[in-house]
């Protein structure tokens, strides 16, 4: 059974720094395209980051650029997200999916692909 677990949330001052975990499980993440996405209190579900299968490539969304950079460890059958530079509006519950590699890094997060979700881990940024 697919199983995605999400870990490293938590609360960190404006300015600081969080890395985020995806451990999967039941499968093969390296065949898979992996995504971040994000979901503030009243707010829709945004993709944020996400890698594709098939080449590697990435897409960041705008609001994310620059600071956030999103990884994998084939070894560790794990993705990370490192953000940097984190502001209180990156407060939101953080989300990884995997899907079967059937479009691309952009569209994934675009139009929110994924056929497994985590649970979600909560990131605030607050002083």
């Known amino acids: 059974q697919l199983q995605l677990v999400e870990s490293g949330g938590g609360l960190v001052q404006p300015g600081g720094s969080l890395r985020l975990s995806c451990a999967g499980s039941?499968?093969?993440?390296?065949?898979?395209?992996i995504g971040w996405f994000r979901q503030a209190p009243g707010k829709e579900r945004e993709g944020v980051s996400c890698?594709?299968?098939?080449?590697?490539?990435?897409y960041y969304a705008e609001s994310v650029k620059g600071r956030f950079t999103i990884s994998k460890d084939n070894a560790k059958n794990t993705v990370y997200l490192q953000m940097n530079s984190l502001k209180p509006e990156d407060t939101a519950v953080y989300y990884c999916?995997?899907?079967?590699?059937?479009?691309?890094?952009?569209?994934?997060?675009?139009?929110?692909?994924?056929?497994?979700w985590g649970q979600g881990t909560q990131v605030t940024v607050s002083t």
């Open positions: 039941g499968f093969t993440l390296d065949y898979y395209d």
């Open positions: 890698i594709s299968s098939s080449d590697g490539s990435t």
């Open positions: 999916a995997a899907d079967p590699g059937r479009s691309t890094a952009q569209a994934m997060c675009v139009m929110l692909l994924g056929s497994s």
